[in-house]
């Protein structure tokens, strides 16, 4: 996969702990990349610790800002877009019954909407260069559901086949459009959970482990590079055998 080298990749969510490997592995192989989310601090940090980054500081939820953002991220990696990783969502977690209007319009708004104008301006980017990859981050729950995300389940699900459509709209343009489905993987977040929940989760998963920020990085690698250039509108699933499409 050293046809990465000098690519230039838009990373969003990259200070999480999926984001962060992300960064780390397309670093060591000489990647452009351009780190975005909301934390600056945590963004400075990865300027300092990888030579081939540069930050941006974004909020997906501005949505009215994302075509100058994509504008902004290119012209600081050279005006060409090669990658984009849409890694960036949140959750707001409750009962249907007890979910108002404002926690599910957040949550769609933010992960899916904003997601697909991430993709909408980087294709008209990548429309230039007849050639790009969009990898979007989505989730084993939208394919499973989960217990009180019925806002988050149903982002996660739009996206991916949002995802379809849109290989179908830009397969002739050699723009691959395709999704990483991450199982539970051990991040801050999962860091949190109950010990005898996570041990029920685990006793789920074929694997009878977590997955590591590592194996969703090299996901990434794959759709990144030409060796998945015959792959569009695909979701890739790492879960562990958790889910099996």
């Given at each position: 996969m050293n046809d990465l080298k000098n690519k230039n990749i838009i990373v969003t969510g990259a200070t999480g702990g999926i984001g962060n490997s992300i960064i780390k592995k397309l670093d060591n192989l000489g990647a452009n990349i351009l780190a975005?989310?909301?934390?600056?601090?945590?963004?400075?940090?990865?300027?300092?610790?990888?030579?081939?980054?540069k930050i941006l500081r974004f909020d997906i939820s501005q949505s009215d800002q994302i075509e100058n953002f994509i504008e902004d991220a290119s012209n600081e990696l050279g005006a060409s877009l090669d990658c984009i990783v849409n890694n960036a969502g949140i959750t707001q977690d409750n009962l249907a019954i007890r979910m108002?209007?404002?926690e599910w319009k957040k949550v769609i708004d933010i992960n899916l909407t904003s997601t697909f104008l991430m993709c909408k301006f980087a294709i008209k980017k990548?429309?230039?260069?007849?050639?790009?990859?969009?990898?979007?981050?989505?989730?084993?729950?939208?394919h499973?559901?989960?217990?009180?995300?019925?806002?988050?389940?149903?982002?996660?699900?739009?996206?991916?086949?949002?995802?379809?459509?849109?290989?179908?709209e830009y397969a002739k343009k050699n723009i691959n459009i395709?999704?990483?489905s991450p199982g539970f993987i051990?991040?801050?977040?999962?860091?949190?959970?109950?010990?005898?929940?996570?041990?029920?989760?685990?006793?789920?998963i074929p694997s009878a482990r977590l997955g590591e920020p590592e194996d969703i990085a090299n996901a990434v690698l794959f759709l990144a590079s030409s060796?998945?250039?015959?792959?569009?509108g695909e979701t890739l699933h790492v879960n562990g055998g958790m889910y099996m499409a």
């Open positions: 975005s989310g909301t934390k600056i601090e945590k963004l400075e940090e990865l300027k300092k610790e990888f030579k081939n980054v108002n209007i404002d990548m429309l230039k260069t007849k050639k790009g990859k969009i990898i979007n981050i989505t989730s084993v729950v939208g499973t559901g989960n217990l009180g995300q019925a806002n988050y389940t149903a982002s996660k699900a739009g996206i991916i086949a949002m995802s379809k459509s849109l290989a179908i395709n999704c990483i051990k991040t801050a977040m999962t860091d949190k959970i109950d010990e005898k929940f996570k041990d029920l989760i685990i006793s789920k060796q998945s250039d015959y792959v569009n």
